[in-house]
């Protein structure tokens, strides 16, 4: 094309021309294909686009062409479905270029037909997109990542739910199992807590696919302990392995259980797997990191949900136990008496309960004052501790009232346990200030589920009717109801 040509009016000037001039000067690529898929023409956008020379592609199939080592598939079957069908198409695909990189490009694809309608090419045009590809694929991966941190936060929401709702330190142990297990899936972890001399820690629970934790570390074997905060092993270049550790080339935290400012314990995690040349090296560090965020939380949420478990306990300790002796109290006993005579009901077990008081106790207090009558109840529910059977509880209900709640006892076991209360008291003389107080004795009154009654009002009403029946015979025995009495002692003089 001359300077004239160009120069000429625009109506003299053919379209193919100016089609011509748009292909060869547009930066967009363009393949033009015959009717086989061979490709015929190629533009220099193309070449600038993949730094392919002209004679890199002419002659080869256009699919080849368009078309990556690791190209989707689905969208390969596509390009080469609309190809076959000689349909046009639009789609977003990987090209490689000359250097073996790869170009995302904006491919349409359109048959061209003459006015006979035959199909005589093919005009394929591409856009570089490559840069739009990578900030959708970040914002891809944000997004992505911004999800899990969403569920990691629903996940310690709900976890922290459970734990402030554990009512016993057994129920709170199975929701740290559980949710740490679900938190940190990869990895094996152990809670070890103080003994009460807190020489040595002892475990109490774990979790993990196999985990092998040793029953008892000594506070000085870990790093964490010793230095008063939490540790991890794996992150830092200068690091030491704990002692209690059996692999140093796993990575592992340390982390300090705190309750009311005193460390009762230790979380261990181990991520075994992790090592230096496993399997998941790759994403090892920018993992660990994740999980020790989720490990202090963790860590924090626990010592607070044992705080609150340790406190409900003592409240709730301090409802059912009596002052003065220690003894639990009446609430306690009306409580467990009752579930204790259902599940007696139930597995067709015995069961009774022995009515106790104190002989002559307001003398006590009259004669010596309230402080002597104090240390008499203390002297006896001491006594009665000592004497009684795994298979009983003491209470004491008030005053000088006592009840022992026998479970699986017989009529004839209740009698003898009744008995050796009875002696075991007699036997034990209370001393004030170096003076020997006079002799304490009880009375004591059965009842007997089923032979009394089913209902735990009955079984008591009938144990005090027998205590009543053992004060009327001379006190310092012990009397089965409704029997005359049974294994009596001496009445006091």
Not at 10 to 30: C, Q
Not at 122 to 144: S, Y
Not at 198 to 211: D, Q
Request: hydrophobic share 40%.
């Amino acid at each position: 094309m001359c300077a004239k040509d160009i120069m000429a009016p625009a109506a003299e000037v053919s379209e193919a021309f100016f089609a011509e001039l748009v292909m060869r000067h547009s930066s967009d690529g363009v393949i033009i294909c015959a009717p086989d898929c061979s490709v015929v023409w190629v533009n220099p956008g193309f070449g600038l686009q993949t730094g392919h020379a002209p004679e890199d592609i002419l002659g080869r199939m256009c699919p080849d062409v368009l078309r990556a080592a690791d190209s989707d598939p689905e969208t390969t079957r596509k390009i080469e479905t609309a190809l076959s069908e000689r349909r046009e198409i639009r789609i977003d695909t990987a090209i490689q270029g000359k250097s073996g990189a790869l170009l995302w490009v904006d491919l349409r694809v359109t048959p061209v037909f003459d006015v006979t309608g035959r199909h005589t090419y093919f005009i394929a045009i591409m856009r570089d997109i490559t840069e739009r590809k990578l900030l959708e694929g970040q914002n891809e991966e944000m997004r992505h990542a911004e999800a899990l941190r969403q569920s990691e936060r629903q996940l310690l929401a709900l976890t922290s739910e459970w734990l402030y709702s554990a009512k016993s330190f057994a129920e709170l142990l199975m929701v740290i199992k559980r949710a740490m297990h679900t938190l940190i899936p990869e990895a094996d972890g152990a809670l070890y807590i103080y003994d009460t001399p807190r020489s040595m820690l002892g475990l109490v629970t774990s979790w993990g696919t196999a985990p092998n934790f040793a029953q008892h570390i000594l506070p000085d074997d870990c790093w964490a302990l010793r230095r008063g905060r939490a540790y991890s092993y794996g992150l830092k270049p200068i690091e030491f392995a704990c002692d209690h550790v059996d692999n140093p080339d796993t990575p592992y935290f340390c982390l300090p259980i705190i309750a009311h400012g005193e460390t009762i314990g230790l979380m261990h995690i181990v991520f075994d797997g992790f090592e230096e040349g496993g399997v998941m090296r790759h994403m090892r560090a920018e993992t660990l990191r994740n999980r020790w965020d989720i490990s202090l939380i963790c860590a924090e949420q626990i010592s607070l949900a044992v705080a609150n478990v340790r406190l409900r306990q003592e409240l709730q300790e301090q409802s059912v136990r009596d002052p003065l002796t220690g003894l639990h109290n009446r609430r306690w006993f009306s409580e467990h008496a009752a579930r204790e005579i259902m599940l007696a009901e139930r597995e067709g077990k015995p069961l009774a309960l022995i009515a106790l008081d104190i002989d002559h106790f307001k003398q006590f207090n009259d004669r010596f004052g309230h402080d002597v009558g104090d240390l008499v109840l203390k002297d006896v529910a001491a006594a009665l501790t000592r004497s009684i059977s795994n298979a009983a509880h003491v209470c004491r209900l008030g005053g000088e009232e006592f009840v022992v709640l026998c479970r699986d006892q017989t009529e004839q076991q209740a009698l003898e346990q009744a008995e050796n209360l009875r002696l075991a008291v007699a036997e034990s003389t209370p001393v004030l200030k170096g003076q020997t107080l006079p002799p304490v004795t009880i009375s004591a009154g059965i009842g007997v589920l089923g032979r009394d009654g089913r209902a735990l009002e009955d079984i008591l009403k009938a144990a005090d009717l027998a205590l009543y029946r053992a004060k009327a015979e001379g006190r310092n025995r012990v009397v089965l109801h409704p029997s005359p009495g049974a294994a009596t002692a001496p009445a006091l003089p």
